[in-house]
């Protein structure tokens, strides 16, 4: 088994649970990002509050709006990301090792080529997967309507323009969704928002550089300190993906806003300063209606969602690996032991 396809389904493994742990605050912070009212200032309740809004006003089932296809997309984006990153890494260590026989360099990977290589899978990534998201994004956003009196927050939700969640009648599953996507703008409506996704690769490559970069420099310490003795813990490895996560996303997090604006609902029937034609359009009328502050809705939530999923992802993945490295080299010892009998 290739280290390539090792990597793929490790880190496919290791970005499934971490969803499944995160998913409900990731679902408050796409309807954080997508309130578009200026006056209706709800970013002072706190991530705590917002979960228990949510469930008390729509039921827990919506903090799991859309689970399905995210899992999907998860799967698929971090198997599909971790597969060429194995891949274009190892082509960036032969050119480098190639550089030191020719007395160029220490035949090690420079940061410059960890942040291309990691920009050019998230690339790849983006463009395959990109129309997972945007069901995913417009599932949830999706409101359900209250059942209650005429005063209840369910019934303010239709009358509120301001709030792109879309609000009808359940179910919402993912077959309606791709039918809304597909009528309102054709295959392209599947590709919304990935003009800033494809910028956002910025953010898995500030990631991942930071991260290699700090691993790197604790097995270094760490083989000075224990004699070769290079391991590190998995607490290690969490922490590790905890601190490069919150570095990336402090960053690049107001593209992330735009994406989820662009990807959800357009208001094509309420105030025009609430429908985007673009990326710029978008970029525009925020600045314009809302304010710098617009780029950064529902910051902390997205904060504690990401430093969270990034060190479980790494974790996993890299017991993952381990693990099946290990089982390998168990069974190629077992095959190995009867030749010599």
């Known amino acids: 088994m290739s280290e390539a396809l090792i990597n793929g389904l490790a880190g496919a493994g290791g970005g499934i649970i971490a969803q499944l742990i995160t998913y409900p605050l990731q679902t408050v912070n796409t309807r954080q990002q997508t309130e578009r009212d200026p006056k209706k200032d709800n970013r002072s309740q706190g991530t705590l509050e917002r979960l228990c809004q949510v469930a008390k006003e729509e039921g827990w089932e919506r903090l799991y709006g859309g689970l399905m296809p995210s899992l999907v997309g998860t799967a698929a984006s971090q198997g599909v990301y971790y597969y060429f990153y194995q891949i274009f890494r190892n082509k960036a260590e032969a050119a480098a090792q190639k550089q030191k026989n020719m007395g160029i360099g220490d035949g090690s990977v420079g940061m410059l080529s960890s942040l291309l290589v990691a920009a050019l899978s998230g690339c790849v990534n983006v463009l395959l997967t990109n129309p997972i998201w945007v ?77 290699e970069a700090m691993l790197t420099k604790l097995r270094k310490r760490r083989a000075l300190n224990q004699k070769g003795n290079n391991g590190v813990t998995a607490l290690e490895i969490f922490l590790l993906g905890a601190l490069a996560k919150l570095g990336a996303t402090v960053v690049t997090y107001p593209l992330l806003v735009v994406k989820a604006r662009l990807q959800a609902r357009q208001d094509k029937t309420g105030d025009r300063r609430h429908h985007y034609k673009g990326t710029w359009d978008a970029i525009i009328k925020m600045i314009r209606y809302e304010g710098f502050d617009g780029f950064y809705k529902g910051m902390s939530t997205k904060i504690v969602q990401s430093v969270l999923a990034a060190a479980v992802l790494f974790m996993v993945k890299e017991e993952l690996v381990r693990g099946v490295h290990f089982l390998v080299g168990k069974n190629s010892a077992n095959t190995v032991k009867p030749k010599n009998l």
Request: no cysteine; net charge negative; glycine share 8%.
């Open 135 to 211: 069901v995913v994004t417009r599932m949830q956003t999706h409101r359900k309507e209250s059942n209650g009196t005429p005063s209840d927050q369910g019934l303010l939700v239709v009358t509120e323009p301001s709030i792109l969640s879309a609000v009808e009648p359940l179910p919402y599953g993912t077959s309606h969704v791709i039918q809304e996507i597909y009528h309102e703008a054709g295959i392209w409506g599947f590709w919304k928002g990935v003009l800033p996704t494809l910028i956002m690769v910025s953010n898995p490559s500030i990631q991942f550089m930071l991260y």
